[in-house]
């Protein structure tokens, strides 16, 4: 017997079986023998009337069985170093008497990635850095949760205060549909309702009433776009929101600072740690994106499939748990289950090229994620968890360590990809980040160079 192998686009493997004819006669004849025949015992029908009647190739396929077991159909494919999580196909050769039978055994196997050249290519990487605005925004958000709420009578209401009102809206002195409410809440000044409603409703005090005259924008529904429209509104309530003074009597009855100085400080290192998480990933990102294009992935149809469907049903699940319904959302948005599927399959190719060359990276350069590597980035989260640390470890389930050793296999392919790449790090809305635009044609340059290889 004898064996060969093709690789074939679609990550198509094929094992080629060749046995001598009576190598494979033998197990051929066994199949016949098994086979009950009109007229004699099982096993004693003469192997040409069972041939006329079933056909060489039926034999011969059957006998495929007995010649090579699935064990030793995976070992030979381990053997090339290729994997598969999918039962192969088969298929015979026409099969002449005295002559060679060609057995097929069809395997779909693990993507195959052709890596570009990548090393010394040039590769702007997006880099934060905290700053001052990021540091008020931080203290801003601890600054709300302890807002204070005050009912408001004594004042008109202005900008910045939580209003309530009820209002009926006529067009040409006819009512419409969406033009009444009662009890509606919102902030003066936030416009998330029609700048020209509250730009009238400024001024006014609790319990007064009066006609707002504004004007529909044309973006607005179609049904009262460009239209002009009176608002009869009535003011039933005034909030004002007020911010506690950021001082060091706050800073101490929130924390566990004395200054503000200090509470600033411990932002700063807490933005500095997710800032620097978010880098490790931006170069990550940047990196498999750049060397993505630079090669060639071949990702099997049917593992394809198979990802596509997990994204599909993570969709449903994340849906149900915010309470709604995806297959209804794509249905009520025109979209549809066969337009959502394509979308899911676009994120499954997406997510399998970036696996699978993300391994061919790491495999190449040799990168291995120790134990001790995972706990180092775990004492990252240390000092942030203080007393908390320990059960946080304890906590931590087998998926949790999966995603940190992904995270550390990361950052070390990131700093691996530094020393082989000239990679410059730049402000995050740096121009360099985005994609070139496409060069225009010069038809005239094009016709001459056509003309230059004719000749």
Not at 11 to 18: E, P, R
Not at 152 to 168: A, E, H, S, W, Y
Not at 174 to 186: E, I, L
Request: glycine share 6%.
């Amino acid at each position: 017997m004898q064996k060969s192998f093709e690789l074939k686009p679609g990550c198509k493997f094929i094992v080629t079986y060749t046995y001598d004819y009576s190598e494979a006669y033998p197990e051929a004849l066994k199949v016949a023998n098994t086979i009950r025949f009109p007229g004699f015992r099982k096993g004693h029908a003469p192997f040409g009337l069972v041939v006329r009647s079933y056909g060489l190739d039926v034999l011969f396929d059957s006998a495929f069985n007995k010649l090579r077991s699935i064990e030793d159909l995976i070992s030979d494919l381990e053997e090339t170093g290729h994997t598969s999580m999918f039962s192969p196909t088969f298929s015979t050769d026409p099969v002449k008497k005295d002559e060679p039978v060609v057995y097929r055994v069809e395997w779909t196997v693990e993507p195959q990635v052709e890596l570009g050249e990548y090393k010394g290519t040039k590769l702007p990487v997006p880099e934060e850095s905290v700053t001052d605005e990021m540091i008020d925004e931080q203290i801003q958000k601890e600054l709300r949760k302890q807002t204070s709420f005050t009912n408001i009578t004594d004042r008109p209401c202005q900008n910045g205060d939580m209003v309530t009102v009820d209002f009926v809206g006529t067009i040409d002195g006819t009512p419409f549909a969406g033009g009444s409410a009662d009890g509606v809440s919102f902030k003066l000044g936030e416009r998330s309702y029609l700048p020209d409603l509250e730009d009238g409703i400024v001024g006014m005090n609790v319990g007064e009433e009066k006609d707002v005259n504004l004007h529909f924008p044309e973006e607005y529904d179609k049904s009262v776009a460009g239209k002009d429209a009176v608002f009869h509104v009535k003011l039933t309530g005034i909030v004002e929101e007020k911010l506690p003074e950021l001082d060091d009597d706050f800073v101490q009855d929130i924390s566990d600072f004395d200054t503000v100085e200090a509470y600033r400080e411990n932002i700063r290192k807490q933005l500095q740690k997710e800032v620097e998480v978010r880098n490790h990933r931006h170069l990550a990102d940047r990196i498999i994106e750049h060397v993505e294009k630079l090669s060639k992935i071949d990702i099997p149809e049917k593992l394809l499939d198979l990802q596509t469907e997990r994204v599909y049903e993570a969709n449903v699940k994340r849906y149900a748990a915010m309470g709604q319904d995806y297959e209804k959302m794509l249905e009520n948005t025109g979209l549809g289950k066969q337009f959502g599927m394509m979308m899911c399959k676009t994120e499954a190719d997406n997510l399998l090229k970036s696996f699978y060359l993300t391994q061919k990276l790491v495999n190449e350069l040799g990168i291995e994620v120790t134990d001790e590597d995972v706990e180092n980035l775990m004492e990252e989260s240390r000092e942030e968890l203080g007393d908390r640390y320990d059960e946080f470890v304890d906590r931590m389930t087998e998926s949790d360590k999966d995603a940190l050793r992904e995270e550390c296999q990361l950052r070390k392919l990131g700093e691996a990809m530094k020393e082989l790449m000239e990679i410059t790090f730049v402000a995050p809305d740096d121009p360099s980040l985005k994609p070139a635009a496409p060069e225009a044609k010069n038809e005239q340059a094009e016709e001459k160079a056509a003309e230059d290889g004719k000749e």
